[in-house]
């Protein structure tokens, strides 16, 4: 089993900063993709931002010049810092993760539950 932990979610202004962050840990030999998603009320769930193993980075042009996404093998770990957010950034952001598992080595998907952004004044 591979569990997935967001944190960081909360109320900010508009043009401030949050800083997300996701743990994966379990039966895990290796996490390969990991990426950010977020779903607005009455939206569907979007890509914010990926991050492959080799580091390779695509960001939605919705995001991009306003976060990074970075990650830190030795710890599973991938974060998500949000600068200059607006209000149109506010959703559940949800952490993504494609994990080779131990033992059996196949490559499985994850999410964790999500956590809550809102920008407002």
């Known amino acids: 089993q591979v569990q997935v932990a967001e944190s960081g979610g909360g109320l900010v202004q508009p043009g401030g900063s949050l800083r997300l962050s996701c743990v994966a840990s379990?039966?895990?030999?290796?996490?390969?993709?990991m990426g950010w998603y977020r779903q607005a009320p009455g939206k569907q769930r979007e890509l914010v931002a990926d991050i492959s193993s080799d580091g390779s980075i695509n960001y939605s042009d919705s995001v991009s010049g306003r976060f990074t996404i970075s990650r830190d093998n030795a710890k599973n770990m991938v974060y998500l810092q949000m600068n200059n957010l607006k209000p149109e950034d506010t959703a559940v952001y949800y952490c993504?993760?494609?994990?080779?598992?131990?033992?059996?080595?196949?490559?499985?998907?994850?999410w964790g539950s999500g956590t809550l952004v809102t920008v407002s004044s």
């Open positions: 379990g039966n895990i030999f290796k996490i390969n993709g």
């Open positions: 993504n993760t494609f994990a080779t598992l131990l033992g059996t080595w196949a490559i499985t998907e994850h």
